[in-house]
């Protein structure tokens, strides 16, 4: 079982930065990696980044444009978003998901979900 709890959401202006965070816990953590999606009302939740447990590998999407860093605290079991440049059409729920490798995450085959921050970009 593996626990995820997001933080770091909030209500920003465009062109702000924005770090989100996402906590693991569990028994068996080194097994995953963990990757970071959005979901913006109305439509289907996208895939950002993911990396895995080393923090070694990384697989960024289309949606990260640049703007969007993954990183991860070993010491911590806490991986990051940071969010530069953030603009209106950034908007969402952010959640992080874990399943057993980067490229799964990547394909959507996430086994734990944690709760979601709402991110909100004013023009």
């Known amino acids: 079982q593996v626990r995820l709890v997001e933080s770091g959401g909030g209500l920003v202006q465009a062109g702000d930065s924005l770090r989100l965070s996402c906590v693991a816990s569990g028994r068996t953590l080194s097994n995953y990696a963990i990757g970071w999606f959005r979901q913006a009302r109305g439509k289907e939740r996208e895939f950002i980044v993911a990396i895995n447990w080393s923090g070694t590998t990384t697989y960024y999407g289309s949606s990260a444009q640049d703007r969007f860093t993954i990183s991860k605290d070993n010491a911590e079991n806490t991986v990051y978003l940071q969010m530069t440049g953030l603009r209106p059409e950034d908007t969402a729920v952010y959640y992080c998901?874990?399943?057993?490798?980067?490229?799964?995450?990547?394909?959507?085959?996430?086994?734990?979900w944690g709760q979601g921050t709402q991110v909100t970009v004013s023009s």
């Open positions: 998901g874990a399943g057993s490798g980067t490229g799964v995450v990547a394909g959507g085959r996430i086994d734990y």
